[in-house]
């Protein structure tokens, strides 16, 4: 079992940052990469990164890019979400999620992640 903690959400406004936090523990040599997820009232889970523990390869969903930064601290076994020019519809509940396996290099489907946090809030005013 892999335990996984999200902080660092809240309130912001438009143009802002924040920086999200997803501490690991339980038998976290067995997970192969770290996801963020986000879920906005009313829609389905969405992609936002992920990164795998060696090597600390990283993956966004393209609408993403250039705003938010994944990154790991293989020792404290956290990984982050620095999230930059934050928008209102980057409102969301945001989960983080671990994975035992590769999948050949996929990483934006929800299903493929075996734990999950129990997500924290961000909300972006205009």
């Known amino acids: 079992q892999v335990q996984l903690v999200e902080s660092g959400g809240g309130l912001v406004q438009a143009g802002g940052s924040l920086r999200l936090s997803c501490a690991a523990s339980?038998?976290?040599?067995?997970?192969?990469?770290m996801g963020w997820f986000r879920q906005a009232p009313g829609k389905e889970r969405e992609f936002v990164a992920a990164?795998?523990?060696?090597?600390?390869?990283?993956y966004y969903a393209d609408s993403l890019k250039g705003r938010f930064t994944i990154s790991r601290d293989n020792a404290r076994r956290t990984v982050y979400l620095q999230m930059n020019k934050l928008k209102p519809e980057d409102t969301a509940v945001y989960y983080c999620?671990?994975?035992?396996?590769?999948?050949?290099?996929?990483?934006?489907?929800?299903?493929?992640?075996?734990?999950w946090g129990q997500g924290t809030q961000v909300t972006v005013s205009s």
């Open positions: 999620a671990s994975r035992i396996r590769s999948y050949g290099g996929v990483y934006h489907v929800p299903g493929s992640y075996d734990y």
């Open positions: 339980g038998r976290t040599f067995s997970s192969y990469a």
């Open positions: 990164i795998t523990w060696s090597g600390g390869s990283a």
